[in-house]
């Protein structure tokens, strides 16, 4: 079965830090572009850090720059997300997702898989 899984949520206070991880089975990410995306509640889903297999590049939202680093376990076929100094404003459920061709880091159109989330809770 083709699947990803988000862990790694929960509650922290401002100015702290977690470490999202997205496990997949079924397929590697070997040669997909791979994303990290955000849904805060009553807001579209946006998002946060892509990487482009075909250049290697990495596109960061804004508000994740500098803050917010995507990197991968090519032996666990798992990829993670670290946030740091986050902001209650960075409240959302995050969703990983991978696929062939990522056309736009914004909305995530072009992912063939998506995971089903985890809750990031930042207390202020």
Known sequence: EVQLVESGGGLVQAGGS????????????????????????????????????????????????????????????????QMNNLKPEDTAVYYCAAGRRLTSCSDGHGMDYWGKGTLVTVSS
């Open 18 to 81: 977690l470490r999202l991880s997205c496990a997949a089975s079924g397929f590697t990410f070997d040669g997909l572009d791979i994303g990290w995306f955000r849904q805060a509640p009553g807001k579209e889903r946006e998002g946060v850090l892509c990487f482009k297999s075909s250049d290697g590049s990495t596109h960061s939202a804004d508000y994740a720059a500098g803050r917010f680093t995507i990197s991968s376990d090519n032996a666990e076929n798992t990829v993670y997300l």
